[in-house]
């Protein structure tokens, strides 16, 4: 972060950027059933005052990992590797990770949201693999 930079919640940003806009950013409403719990347990440990895309994603990082080290079943890098290139219909907060490319590039449906009343609410999640990974 740049010194003086201004540090604004996702709630605020929606709020100042105003109705109908269309971004990609993670939805309140999104009807992921270990979201609310993520998001109390979040605010509750952070102190901050809304959850943003980039805690979501750090979440899902670190789980896919571990969940990736759980099926290789050993702490051997190269396993763990091998299982994490293996992963495959892995439902995180941010999305579905389908995989990943043989370059290590994530395949994982994009949800996009439109502000609406001040928030983040779900529009469309895209999850067409040639609109989102680099594969032709």
Same mark, same amino acid.
């Given at each position: 972060?740049?010194?003086?930079?201004?540090?604004?919640?996702?709630?605020?940003?929606?709020?100042?950027?105003?109705?109908?806009? /269309?971004?990609?950013?993670?939805?309140?409403?999104?009807? %992921?059933?270990? $979201?609310?719990?993520?998001?109390?347990?979040? $605010?509750?440990?952070? @102190?901050?005052?809304?959850?943003? %895309?980039?805690?979501?994603?750090?979440?899902?990082?670190?789980?896919?990992?571990?969940?990736?080290? *759980?099926?290789?079943?050993?702490?051997?890098?190269?396993?763990?590797?091998?299982?994490?290139?293996? +992963?495959?219909? &892995?439902? @995180?907060? +941010?999305?579905? /990770?389908?995989?990943?490319?043989?370059?290590?590039?994530?395949?994982?449906?994009?949800?996009?949201?439109?502000?609406?009343?001040?928030? &983040? *609410?779900? &529009?469309?999640?895209?999850?067409?693999?040639?609109? $989102? +990974?680099?594969?032709?």
């Amino acid at each position: 972060m740049q010194a003086g930079a201004e540090v604004v919640p996702p709630s605020e940003r929606a709020r100042r950027r105003g109705a109908g806009e /269309v971004v990609g950013s993670l939805a309140r409403d999104d009807p %992921n059933p270990n $979201l609310p719990a993520f998001r109390t347990e979040f $605010l509750k440990r952070s @102190g901050l005052a809304d959850l943003d %895309n980039s805690a979501a994603i750090a979440y899902d990082s670190a789980m896919i990992v571990a969940d990736a080290i *759980k099926r290789a079943g050993s702490d051997d890098p190269k396993t763990i590797r091998d299982a994490l290139a293996a +992963t495959h219909d &892995y439902k @995180g907060l +941010t999305g579905k /990770v389908h995989g990943f490319s043989p370059s290590g590039e994530i395949d994982i449906d994009m949800t996009v949201t439109k502000i609406s009343g001040g928030t &983040y *609410k779900v &529009y469309k999640t895209i999850d067409d693999p040639l609109l $989102l +990974t680099s594969k032709k």
